[in-house]
């Protein structure tokens, strides 16, 4: 049980890429935990809504693991994440029970901000009026946050994912306020890229579903050392040697000490072409080569 004498300051939200309408939320609600001595806290699921009631054969794409969205709140000044396993039980809840279960039983939450489209409870019943209800009922303090717009549009996980879809890269890191970036562990992989002289890094993806295809310059770092490098790496699934499952592959431009087992971070910066089927290895050899000039190419002109 929570410290029921001190409370929390709420927001609630899947929180897909934690971009600045998410970072904005979750700053407002840390000043009011400062200001009224309660605790900051985050509310999100794992997995997603929509994957829970997905169909078909590969999962819905989305902005960041929960490994990653985890990373990412622990730069902010939150005092608590709470991750609500989204299961059938979950997603049948009322919104009456989650209110009184989670934001009331659980959290004592004393102040609570949703988003302008926030529902939630079996079926979406619930919204901005049964929350307002609530806190009347509970004496909690409800603020509706204001729309974040950006280039005369909402800020949102939707349109970033649109928008890395598209490759434009820029404007997905101006709503990010960051690069976009995916990280995993180096695992070993078929060797196919040492044989074509262009050793690769092959970097797990766990089942995640990322939003964008194709082959890319990008930055690599490994947050637990100084490795900072410069590559192009191919998210996809290598149609041309017969691929199924989808991989993220970094060739570094200037290194080649050993990477297994570390856990490295790709910062996609400009995309340099989609992916292809060629007839042949001596065809993808050629076009691995290309992109190798492109993006040196392009980060010369970037200094």
Not at 75 to 94: G, I, M, P
Not at 107 to 124: E, I, M, S, W
Not at 226 to 245: F, M, Q, S, W, Y
Request: hydrophobic share 40%; glycine share 8%; net charge neutral.
């Amino acid at each position: 049980m929570r410290e029921k004498h001190r409370g929390c300051a709420v927001t609630i939200g899947n929180f897909d890429g934690i971009h600045l309408g998410h970072q904005k939320l979750i700053d407002t609600v840390c000043q009011q935990a400062t200001a009224h001595q309660l605790h900051a806290c985050v509310v999100s699921f794992e997995p997603l809504p929509v994957e829970l009631f997905a169909r078909g054969e590969h999962p819905p794409q989305r902005l960041t693991s929960l490994r990653e969205k985890i990373s990412l709140l622990n730069k902010l000044q939150l005092d608590q994440l709470l991750v609500l396993r989204f299961n059938h039980a979950l997603a049948n809840t009322t919104a009456a029970d989650f209110i009184k279960n989670v934001l009331i039983d659980g959290l004592n939450t004393r102040y609570l901000l949703v988003g302008d489209d926030f529902q939630f409870g079996k079926n979406r019943e619930g919204n901005l009026a049964t929350l307002t209800a609530a806190s009347e009922q509970y004496g909690f303090e409800l603020q509706q946050a204001s729309t974040l717009r950006a280039s005369d549009a909402r800020v949102s996980s939707t349109r970033i994912r649109g928008l890395l879809v598209e490759g434009n890269l820029d404007t997905a890191a101006e709503l990010l306020g960051r690069s976009y970036s995916l990280q995993g562990q180096v695992e070993y992989g078929a060797q196919l890229g040492r044989t074509l002289g262009f050793a690769t890094a092959n970097i797990a993806l766990k089942g995640h579903n990322p939003p964008l295809r194709g082959v890319f310059a990008v930055s690599v770092n490994d947050p637990q050392s100084d490795l900072a490098e410069h590559g192009i790496a191919n998210i996809g699934v290598k149609p041309t040697v017969n691929g199924i499952r989808l991989c993220l592959e970094v060739h570094l431009l200037d290194f080649s000490a050993d990477l297994y087992g570390k856990r490295l971070r790709v910062n996609f910066l400009h995309k340099l072409r989609s992916e292809k089927k060629f007839s042949g290895l001596d065809e993808l050899k050629a076009a691995i080569a290309t992109d190798e000039q492109n993006a040196r190419q392009w980060f010369a002109q970037q200094t």
